[in-house]
């Protein structure tokens, strides 16, 4: 079963503007990562951020958490067409000896030239 | 170039035949795993792999087996192929389970069968 959902399931901008993903989860996490598949192909590795963190950049990628809410947001500035793309959270535990990475469904976002 | 290869990229089965879908990754990576990816359902955990040797069943199991002989390769086995197993599957690896250095993700076979 998903562990994060994120929200909304579909997004469409324009180039220029900022574009923020949601993603909520259920149970006690080690770290969040956000991933982006391009039609096609495999998933990306875009961001990581742990349990123990709040907030974390990289280039124009901008990921909080908020373990309180059980909740992360992804913001993607200044967006570009080339953003167009599935955007997925996923959500890393550790159960015991039982560790995994747990995938949402995927946000798609398109971003109109 | 370093990474995740996936072979083949497509393939079309019949019902009821085999075949095992090739993952290799030359990162040294402990943790593999494979995921199909429907669409509206996302990525799904079929199996994984701690490390050769080891292997553990994930989320949807049936139908499917796994062996992790080196720690480069991880086939995924189709014993008898059912429609419902048209999907794009994915091998993943990492150094770790929970992806703390995030996962590398293969380019998918995709499988079609009838």
């Known amino acids: 079963s998903q562990q994060g959902e994120e929200d909304p399931q579909a997004l469409s901008i324009q180039e220029g503007e900022n574009a923020t993903m949601n993603c909520s989860y259920k149970?006690?996490?080690?770290?969040l990562q956000w991933y982006r598949q391009n039609s096609g192909r495999g998933l990306v590795h875009l961001i990581l951020?742990?349990?123990?963190?709040r907030e974390k950049h990289s280039g124009r990628l901008r990921v909080t958490l908020d373990t309180s809410k059980k909740s992360s947001s992804l913001l993607i500035t200044a967006s570009r067409a080339a953003d167009t793309a599935s955007y997925f959270c996923a959500t890393g535990l550790r159960t015991g000896a039982n560790s995994k990475l747990t995938f949402g469904k995927g946000i798609t976002l398109s971003v109109r030239p | 170039n370093a990474g995740v290869t996936q072979t083949p990229k497509f393939q079309v089965l019949k019902t009821g035949q085999s075949m095992t879908l090739q993952c290799a990754q030359d990162?040294?990576?402990?943790?593999m795993s494979w995921y199909r990816q429907d669409p509206g359902m996302g990525l799904r955990l079929i199996h994984y792999?701690?490390?050769?040797?080891?292997?553990d069943q994930g989320e949807v199991p049936n139908g499917y087996n796994v062996s992790r002989s080196t720690t480069e390769d991880f086939p995924l086995r189709l014993l008898s192929a059912a429609p419902s197993q048209t999907s794009v599957y994915f091998c993943?690896?990492?150094?770790?389970?929970?992806?703390?250095?995030?996962?590398?993700f293969g380019s998918g076979t995709r499988l079609t069968v009838v």
């Open positions: 951020i742990r349990s123990n963190e």
């Open positions: 149970t006690s996490i080690n770290n």
């Open positions: 990162m040294n990576h402990e943790y």
């Open positions: 993943a690896s990492s150094y770790s389970p929970q992806g703390f250095y995030g996962y590398t």
């Open positions: 792999s701690v490390g050769a040797g080891i292997t």
